[in-house]
């Protein structure tokens, strides 16, 4: 499970992180409907199109292995737990950007190399508790928050946990490496051959063909993670000065 470190933040990051705190613990239990169930491939299809059989005792090890070789991978999904958190997530070794969504509290994410960012939206505002006759809310709406500010200050270790592709896979995927797994279904998912393995906790769908990516990861009462663009250029950059909250706390 991942767990995020205490922080010591304004009202508007500790709403952010909260918000966080909740998508990180869900992920780590892996996977609410959101996404449409995959479609079995014909008995009939031709064996010599056939991909090569993945033993279901060497999925969690190649799953796992697969996704250290790659550099990068796009995450989407709904997550059941102490409420409803949406993410979308595009993560790589030197940056990610998305959005986290807990219960219609919405937070942009950004991390560029070691700096971390989040923006308050207008729900992250009123979740912050922070009263719209005040002057510091035209202040921070829409603006970007940066882990090197006195407001942001912890942000970074927080999110961390999450942004950084080498530790969210290996608290996902990686976890996937003790699972018992059976079956090998062939089955597709996005239009994309695929491999279909059940666990006591859930379901994974792997590409069929070599690198053996994790594509989707279903488990009944907490939610579906979709993993794509595997290994694909993530391109992130800070966001424009004029972008960047600069009142107090700065």
């Known amino acids: 499970m991942i767990r ?19 998508l990180c ?12 169930a995959p479609a079995p491939v014909p008995a009939a299809a031709s064996s010599s199109a056939a991909p090569a059989v993945l033993e279901a005792s060497k999925v969690g090890a190649s799953v ?19 409420g409803t958190v949406k993410l979308d997530l595009k993560l790589s070794k030197d940056g990610a950007s998305g959005t986290v969504d807990k219960d219609g509290v919405a937070v942009p994410v950004l ?14 505002i009123k979740e912050a508790g922070i009263p719209a006759s005040s002057g ?6 829409d603006k970007w928050v940066t882990s090197t500010s006195q407001i942001g200050a912890g942000i970074g270790d ?8 080498t530790t969210f896979v290996d608290n996902t995927v990686g976890a996937l490496g003790s699972t018992t797994f059976s079956g090998g279904e062939k089955s597709t998912v996005n239009g994309a051959s695929v491999l279909k393995y059940s666990s006591s906790e859930g379901t994974a769908y792997v590409a069929a063909d070599e690198p053996h990516y994790l594509l989707l990861l279903q488990q009944p009462n ?3 993670m979709n993993f794509s663009d595997w290994d694909k250029p993530v391109t992130v950059a800070d966001p424009p000065q004029s972008e960047i909250y600069s009142g107090p706390g700065a």
């Open 158 to 165: 927080a999110f961390k946990e999450f942004l950084d592709y």
């Open 111 to 124: 991390r560029v190399k070691d700096k971390y960012y989040f923006r308050f939206t207008d729900s992250l």
């Open 64 to 82: 796992s292995e697969a996704a250290k070789q790659a550099s990068s991978v796009h995450v989407s999904g709904t997550v059941s737990d102490a």
């Open 136 to 141: 510091v809310v035209k202040q921070l709406k």
């Open 25 to 36: 613990t869900a992920c780590a239990g892996s996977p609410t409907d959101g996404t449409p």
């Open 4 to 22: 995020l470190r205490p922080m010591r933040v304004r009202p508007g990051a500790l709403a952010a992180a909260g918000a966080i705190a909740l």
């Open 222 to 224: 907490k939610g579906t």
